[in-house]
């Protein structure tokens, strides 16, 4: 379990040192925070239209008799 987060620290690292230079400025970090929220972004939209689609694609229920 450790050594997972460490490889994914690692990983997040990596993507974020820009220039492999094994610091991460602060230009750097945002940068990938920009990304990753875009990322985000885009995959919530996906979602959204997926959903919208599912919805309009299923059959209508019909009411339930009011029983009077």
Do not use: C, K, L, W
Not at 19 to 37: F, K, L, P, Y
Not at 42 to 59: C, D, F, N, V
């Amino acid at each position: 379990v450790i050594a997972d987060a460490r490889t994914r620290a690692e990983q997040r690292f990596a993507a974020m040192d820009a220039d492999h230079d094994g610091v991460v400025t602060a230009a750097e970090r945002q940068a990938s925070r920009q990304t990753r929220r875009q990322a985000a972004r885009q995959t919530q939209r996906q979602h959204r239209m997926e959903h919208r689609a599912a919805r309009s694609a299923a059959p209508a229920v019909p009411a339930a008799p009011s029983g009077e």
